[in-house]
């Protein structure tokens, strides 16, 4: 089996959640999902979780923080050029997610980061390796 990452996160509203997820270009694995939980796969090996509050709280004893006034993960999605980045913040903020860090160009790396409808921070980054290699930096 190949290793995979399922990132869980707890939503207010489970079918709003997964439309936003799909205006980002995230796919429904309808073989995982049910109206408590939705599975949105991101590649081959990372899907995100979105879970109701009360399914979330069965995996913990934990109390669920609300996002949008507290952070309890910063998330992060790659991407291959300037344009992705600047696509996937368009597409947040046309489904109703908040830019939160605005783009900017640090070096090598471009990015900046949104939340999603429920407060869940998502940065975006492009690492330009050719930078990298002309500024002497490992790559």
Not at 65 to 88: H, M, N, W, Y
Not at 91 to 97: C, F, K, P, Q, S
């Amino acid at each position: 089996m190949q290793k995979s990452i399922f990132v869980n996160l707890p939503v207010g509203n489970v079918a709003a959640a997964s439309a936003f997820y799909k205006a980002l270009g995230f796919d429904r694995n309808a073989g995982f999902s049910n109206d408590r939980a939705s599975a949105m796969v991101w590649s081959d090996t990372i899907s995100v979780m979105l879970l109701d509050h009360d399914f979330y709280a069965s995996f913990t004893d934990k109390r669920i923080i609300d996002p949008k006034t507290e952070s309890g993960v910063l998330l992060c999605l790659s991407f291959d050029s300037r344009e992705a980045v600047d696509q996937i913040h368009q597409r947040a903020i046309a489904a109703g997610g908040t830019e939160t860090r605005a783009r900017q160009q640090q070096g090598p790396m471009y990015g900046g980061a949104f939340e999603d409808p429920d407060g869940h921070v998502w940065e975006t980054v492009f690492l330009d390796m050719t930078a990298m290699k002309g500024s002497g930096g490992d790559a």
